[in-house]
């Protein structure tokens, strides 16, 4: 059975850092996978954030491009989220999700970031 397990997020200060990372169980060799954060704000659609490819390659929304860095540990089946500069509008529950597993997606976890 595949599964994404999500953890880190909480509170941050506008400006602030914080990582989230995000491990696939069942016996797949995750490094062949793309793999994906999206978040969904208040009141808003969920949106694709960052995807990371096998090869390593990665991809921003333009909203925040240059601030967040989608990373990847294929022995730990793992993919993370570091996100610095930290806004307001940042504040939402982001998701992982692996497309080539279209119903599966983590159980979302909470940023806000509020001073």
């Known amino acids: 059975q595949v599964q994404l397990v999500e953890s880190g997020g909480g509170v941050v200060a506008p400006g602030g850092s914080t990582v989230l990372s995000c491990t696939l169980s069942?016996?797949?060799?995750?490094?062949?996978?793309?793999m994906e954060w999206h978040r969904q704000q208040p009141g808003k659609q969920r949106e694709l954030v960052a995807e990371?490819?096998?090869?390593?390659?990665?991809h921003y929304a333009n909203a925040v491009k240059g601030r967040f860095t989608i990373s990847r540990d294929n022995r730990a089946n793992t993919v993370y989220l570091k996100m610095d500069d930290l806004k307001v509008e940042d504040t939402a529950v982001y998701y992982c999700?692996?497309?080539?597993?279209?119903?599966?997606w983590g159980q979302g976890t909470q940023v806000t970031v509020s001073s």
């Open positions: 069942g016996d797949w060799e995750f490094n062949l996978y793309e």
């Open positions: 990371i490819y096998p090869s390593g390659n990665t």
């Open positions: 999700h692996g497309p080539y597993w279209p119903q599966v």
